[in-house]
């Protein structure tokens, strides 16, 4: 069994930045390539970010280029998310998402293991 716990989101003004972490535990001797979607309220969850098992590999939504970056420290079985310039557009919930194929893939059905979210709310 996997878990994926999220921290670091809450209330930014647009314009600014935040860090968003996850932290992987149980069967971690898996070489997850991992993830970051979100969900807006109202509407469906998007692909974000996505970095393979190595870091070597990432993937990016064309709507967080240039702003977002994913990055992760496998010693510490962590997943980063760092966010500038965020927008109002950017407020939703936040999910890491892991699964044990090894790419940075953007498809939501290709994750196997998913956190409880962490809320980004960004005003102007």
């Known amino acids: 069994q996997v878990a994926l716990v999220e921290s670091g989101g809450g209330p930014v003004q647009a314009g600014g930045s935040l860090r968003l972490s996850c932290v992987v535990s149980?069967?971690?001797?898996?070489?997850?390539?991992m993830g970051w979607f979100r969900q807006a309220p109202g509407k469906e969850r998007e692909f974000v970010a996505a970095l393979s098992w190595s870091g070597l590999r990432s993937n990016y939504a064309d709507f967080v280029k240039g702003r977002f970056t994913i990055s992760r420290d496998n010693a510490k079985n962590t997943l980063y998310l760092q966010m500038t310039s965020l927008k109002v557009e950017d407020t939703a919930v936040y999910y890491c998402a892991a699964h044990g194929g090894g790419y940075a893939i953007a498809t939501l059905a290709g994750y196997d293991y998913w956190g409880q979210g962490t809320q980004v709310i960004v005003s102007a």
């Open positions: 149980g069967r971690t001797s898996v070489n997850y390539a």
